[in-house]
């Protein structure tokens, strides 16, 4: 605990003066700041409070082993001593823990883009079942989902979907879903019963607000065309030239949105996507790079990288990163979740202190 107690207490000097900032009517009159200041504020209250817990039984250990030769209160020190102890172990885990660096895009929402791949029409179908599942995730989390942008098939698929999900700490839970889901069961068009297996790619991107984008792409490097939507929408398609075009001629990535009324809704749209599909490319680039040297616990989290597996003849779920294998797919494709993520969070969190360990 040594290395890390002055950081500890640098936490909790830090927390001490924001609740006296906070309390400042100055402040208070400054809403953005007051909630920037309140965020802050409550990212490290539980590493506060268990670190003043800690404190607290460490003392209590240290009475306990004081009294342990007196005649009257040995028995009852030794007793002490027997929770104590475990606990303080506890703590010193947990602090650990806590402590860990956090990834700074952890509490943005996503921008999800899920993708039918191999399989043809059965590929687009287990993507519309992936949106689903995510779709009753956010729901048991009460965040909202939104479809930003969808290309469908004639069999009630999708070729592709871009959603976005708002919420707290949603790229927290949501960035380990980023690979190749691959299915195993006999497709509704299989007249011979035969099971079959196809894939479909999930990206997830953390959505970045106006001042977050500020320096991620220069408005320079990007072409924009202005064209007339496609498709069904009486007179308005037909007379008015709303569609958006972005290009990153860096890159080459592309955003096209046509789903608004109005050009400047679409704009604002396909500038969310450029962003985060701008960032998310050169957070791939970093990670293979890192990943060349040390292979982390959850993947790289890039594409074509096989995660999980639904065989739903066996009803079983397999998330190939971490070895985990739940015999309950019909749950999680109803977007129960929260233990295939619980494990990969805890995953990842070995795998870091493995590092600092290592240090």
Do not use: C
């Amino acid at each position: 605990m040594d290395p890390i107690f002055s950081q500890l207490q640098a936490v909790v000097d830090r927390y001490d003066e924001l609740n006296q900032m906070l309390a400042d009517p100055e402040v208070m009159s400054d809403s953005k700041n007051y909630m920037a200041l309140s965020k802050e504020a409550g990212g490290i209250r539980e590493t506060v409070e268990t670190f003043k817990r800690y404190q607290q039984v460490v003392n209590d250990l240290l009475e306990a082993e004081e009294l342990l030769g007196d005649a009257e209160m040995g028995e009852l020190a030794k007793e002490d001593l027997a929770t104590l102890k475990p606990e303080k172990a506890e703590l010193e885990e947990k602090l650990k823990v806590l402590m860990l660096p956090t990834d700074p895009n952890d509490d943005k929402n996503i921008i999800m883009e899920i993708r039918g791949a191999a399989g043809g029409d059965e590929s687009s179908l287990f993507a519309a079942d992936l949106l689903g599942m995510y779709r009753r995730y956010a729901e048991n989390q009460g965040w909202s989902l939104q479809i930003v942008d969808e290309t469908t098939t004639e069999v009630g698929g999708y070729k592709e979907v871009v959603v976005m999900i708002v919420g707290n700490n949603v790229y927290s839970k949501l960035k380990f879903e980023s690979g190749a889901h691959r299915v195993q069961r006999v497709p509704s068009t299989e007249t011979q019963g035969r099971i079959h297996t196809s894939t479909a790619t999930v990206g997830v991107m953390p959505e970045f607000e106006e001042v977050d984008a500020e320096g991620l792409i220069d408005p320079k490097d990007v072409r924009e065309d202005v064209y007339r939507s496609s498709g069904a929408g009486g007179q308005h398609v037909n007379k008015t030239s709303s569609a958006i075009r972005l290009t990153h001629e860096p890159t080459g990535i592309t955003v096209a949105m046509q789903d608004e009324r109005s050009q400047q809704q679409n704009r604002a749209r396909a500038w969310k996507i450029l962003n985060a599909r701008v960032y998310d490319h050169f957070a791939q680039e970093n990670e293979a790079e890192y990943a060349e040297q040390r292979k982390t616990a959850v993947g790289s989290g890039a594409r074509s990288e096989r995660i999980r597996t639904y065989n739903y003849p066996q009803n079983r779920v397999t998330d190939h990163r971490i070895g985990l294998t739940l015999n309950k797919l019909d749950r999680i494709i109803a977007g129960d979740l929260d233990e295939i993520i619980d494990a990969l969070v805890l995953a990842e969190q070995t795998a870091k202190l493995a590092e600092l360990n290592q240090q």
